[in-house]
């Protein structure tokens, strides 16, 4: 008969809620104090316990047992009828099913009628977020002042998808993700009971899997244990269709050194072997990650086995830090791109390709002369800081030949890739910001910025980034006399672009003989 | 191990299924993933052919229920497919109410929902407590192309069995031992389905779609060494057509400037069009290994906006820009 072990394994008391102390503690001490309310919303993912701690609420409220400390006993008639799915007191509803005002009317009629055999009637609404809002309305009234021997209990995934005034008539609990160490050590104990041979190894592979989802983790290992033989690391990996560690190492090794036919053999064998090009890109997805938290030098927060970490520490020097977060948002697309499914490993190999490219583009910017706070070129000494410099009038400057020539919206044009070049040397986000916007116009010797939104120019301007100074001072050194800049917000960033910029433009002159009428 | 017999290939899958079987441990939940064609359907079928066989190595293909099964309509097996675009939430109710009634027959009753993505949110959502906590008899069967798909509280109540494109080499087998290709139209067709069985047993048994594929990759090496007019013409004239030979077209395009990428990357993996090795090698050399990239991104940009609607003509056009000339 179908019996899914996280059915069978369904904790009875609440010792037995894996990770959600903060909800069981907070529950039993109301039990004790009597202090019972009459709604409850238990918010949290997928597989946390939320079914389970509202059926164990029913059972607890209602349970025979003498002392309210040992409440649910798990032994008595109710206890026992909960367990088996027939108290008719405990009513479970399935509001993704029954979303609509009809059955929640129908329910507010027999909410009236007191329990049949419990203390209480425990209605749980699971999947409450499906309601219509019709529904919600009509319920409305019902939890805020049920009858006494009413509690209701809603379950959802979704929390923001609840009315607000619905919420504020719930105890709200949120249940969160659990811990691996927590999964794992819920494992071993059904691994144990059900006398399952596993490796410990297998066992965290598992769990890591899950995702902090308790039952994604058992339905797995439910799965594992169908066959006969142990639960190994290697049949894990087979089931989830992992490729083996050291030959993710070797992709990322390839991916460091440019060679992009070991790379793309690599993840071929990979395939062969019975990998699956979307678990490959989640698991190079995880190594680089631990490349990066290596580069920022905080490894101690990997959730990962000790050799790849060591594995990792060899690669954090060989790929450039700033290529990271690229090269992750990669393979991150790489994962969940399904569109080209017929061909599984098309998606992976484009984003290795791609990832090429952006190392080595990053380690040519590298080892290019970072031209910081250049001197000027001139004969001219080099100039002190810029607010050493006198005071200059706007319309001596444009003469003004000490620095590298006058300050025209042509001249910056031309120098704006070194002047980006030396604002990465100083800080990487600022480059990035400075990127998004585009040179308007040049009046005496103040530049005016178009920024594309009120955001990236308030963050431009936000005094505690330095960002503004930054570039003024560059600008400062490299036209040899101050230089202010001036933010507008031009919604169109082409405008103030020559129209030949615009790639697509370019492409219509170039490609299909297309005159540029007016600029 | 008999459901082999009715599926080509997926040893691996079955023989966990068998296991199940055999052991009693029948999960009330399953989720087949994978591309379209490569036998989900069929393999879920299967599976469930043979929980509903009475024989002793099951599935028998003659008794009673296999034969059901064969032509479709067993009492105790229910196939959804999406109405009009989508699952919706009445057929999930329809089929708890299915569901509710004891089997006819066999000992299960069982529901494969074909094309599962396609459950809107209220259609999945009303499902979820019936795959979590179904009748004992009951036997749930989804088919998706991927878990990202559905709603991963869906996907968390499921056994994940994922289906591949099939191995080059079992797909070639099957064509000359179970469908009488000879080895060389077997082996050709093998590699330009992919791996997926279910377009290569199509275009074996129809000419016409091979001959079709044929002229596809002729026009794609046309189509090189022609300038920017003829590009938009021949653009504008798949434009005209079904979609279905867009898409084929542009599949085949993904496959064959993938081929070309190999090659100019220097990395010596099998070809899908190996048949034409020499051309393919010449247009790498040609084109350099970033201009292929190049194109193979162009052409897998175009296909992805026509899933989505875009103007056809606008979109190969584009593609075509991107398209070196070698």
């Known amino acids: ?377 001139s004969a001219a000494p080099p100039s002190p800081m810029a607010g050493a410099l006198p005071p200059s009038s706007p319309v001596a400057v444009p003469g003004a030949g000490t620095g590298s020539g006058s300050l025209t919206l042509e001249a910056l044009r031309e120098r704006w890739a070194s002047i980006l070049k030396a604002v990465r040397a100083q800080s990487l986000p600022t480059e990035a910001l400075l990127k998004s916007c585009s040179l308007h116009s040049v009046e005496g010797n103040t530049v005016v910025l178009a920024w594309p939104s009120e955001l990236l120019r308030d963050k431009f301007q936000d005094p505690r980034t330095k960002a503004q100074a930054l570039v003024e001072d560059i600008l400062s050194h490299t036209f040899g006399f101050p230089v202010i800049i001036k933010n507008v917000v031009a919604r169109k960033t082409r405008r103030g672009r020559p129209a030949t910029e615009d790639p697509l433009i370019r492409r219509a002159v170039e490609d299909l003989g297309a005159q540029v009428e007016e600029e | 191990m008999r459901m082999s017999r009715f599926v080509v290939g997926h040893d691996a899958l079955l023989r966990r299924l068998e296991r199940q079987r055999a052991e009693g441990r029948i999960a009330h939940a399953y989720l087949f993933t994978g591309p379209p064609q490569v036998g989900r359907r069929t393999l879920a079928w299967t599976w469930g052919m043979a929980l509903l066989c009475p024989e002793s190595d099951p599935p028998c293909g003659v008794c009673r229920s296999c034969r059901q099964m064969q032509a479709g309509h067993h009492p105790d097996a229910l196939l959804v497919t999406p109405e009009g675009g989508s699952l919706k939430i009445d057929q999930v109710r329809e089929v708890q109410r299915w569901i509710a009634r004891t089997p006819v027959e066999g000992p299960y009753r069982i529901v494969v929902f074909d094309q599962a993505q396609e459950m809107t949110t209220e259609a999945a959502s009303a499902l979820l407590k019936t795959l979590e906590e179904p009748p004992s008899y009951a036997v749930l069967m989804l088919i998706a192309p991927s878990p990202e798909s559905l709603l991963p509280t869906v996907v968390s109540r499921c056994q994940i069995f994922p289906l591949d494109p099939l191995p080059i080499p079992v797909v070639r087998q099957a064509l000359q031992e179970r469908w009488g290709l000879p080895p060389d139209p077997a082996d050709r067709l093998a590699r330009w389905s992919g791996g997926r069985i279910g377009w290569a047993v199509q275009a074996a048994q129809d000419p016409e779609m091979w001959s079709a594929y044929e002229e596809r990759i002729r026009q794609i090496r046309a189509l090189l060494t022609q300038g920017r007019t003829e590009r938009f013409t021949f653009a504008e004239k798949l434009a005209d057509e079904e979609e279905e030979a867009r898409l084929a077209f542009l599949e085949a395009a993904i496959a064959w400037w993938r081929d070309v990428l190999i090659l100019a990357s220097g990395a010596d993996l099998p070809l899908r069009h190996a048949e034409e090795r020499e051309t393919l090698r010449e247009v790498a050399s040609r084109t350099g290994f970033h201009r292929a990239r190049a194109a193979l991104e162009a052409t897998r940009r175009a296909w992805l906006a026509l899933q989505r609607n875009a103007n056809a003509r606008l979109a190969l056009e584009a593609m075509f820009l991107d398209w070196p000339h070698a």
């Not at chain 1, 069978?8 to 069981?24: C, I, L, N, S, Y």
């Open chain 1, 1 to 377: 008969m179908p019996f899914a072990l996280y059915r069978k394994w369904r904790p009875r008391r609440f010792e037995e809620v894996v990770g959600q102390e903060h909800v069981t503690h907070t529950l039993r001490n109301a039990l004790r104090l009597g202090r019972i309310a009459h709604a409850y919303l238990f918010a949290g993912p997928r597989g946390t316990g939320k079914t389970t701690t509202a059926r164990l609420l029913a059972k607890a409220v209602n349970c025979l047992a003498e002392s309210v400390d040992e409440r649910p006993c798990d032994r008595c008639r109710i206890c026992q009828a909960v367990n088996e799915g027939r108290l008719i007191d405990l009513i479970e509803i399935d509001a993704a099913s029954n979303r609509g005002i009809d059955e929640i009317r129908d329910l507010r009629e027999r909410v009236r009628f007191s329990p049949s055999e419990a203390r209480y009637k425990v209605y749980v609404i699971d999947e409450a977020h499906m309601l219509t809002s019709e529904a919600f309305n009509a319920l409305l009234k019902t939890l805020e002042e049920p009858p006494p021997h009413v509690i209701f209990v809603l379950a959802t995934t979704e929390p923001h998808r609840i009315p607000a005034t619905i919420l504020s008539r719930c105890q709200r609990f949120d249940f969160r993700r659990l811990s691996t160490a927590e999964i794992i050590r819920r494992l071993e104990e059904i691994v144990a009971a059900e006398g399952i041979a596993a490796e410990p190894e297998a066992l965290t592979w598992i769990a890591r899997q899950a995702t902090g989802s308790l039952r994604d983790a058992i339905t797995l290992l439910d799965q594992l244990a169908a066959d006969e033989e142990p639960i190994t690391v290697e049949r894990v990996q087979r089931t989830l269709g992992a490729g083996r560690w050291d030959l993710i190492s070797q992709v990322v090794e390839a991916l460091g050194e440019s060679e992009t036919a070991r790379g793309l053999t690599l993840i071929a064998q990979a395939v062969e072997e019975g990998a699956y090009p979307q678990q490959l890109a989640r698991q190079l997805v995880e190594y680089l990650r631990a490349v990066m938290w290596i580069q920022w030098g905080d490894p101690e927060l990997l959730d990962l086995p000790a050799e790849q970490i060591a594995m990792a520490q060899r690669h954090a020097r060989a790929l450039p830090p700033e290529a990271l977060p690229r090269l992750i948002r990669l393979f991150t697309a790489a994962a969940s791109d399904m569109r080209t499914a017929w061909q599984p490993q098309l998606a992976l190999e484009l984003a290795f390709v791609e990832a090429i490219l952006a190392c080595q583009h990053a380690q040519t910017a590298r080892t290019a002369p970072a031209p910081t706070p250049a001197p000027p070129p």
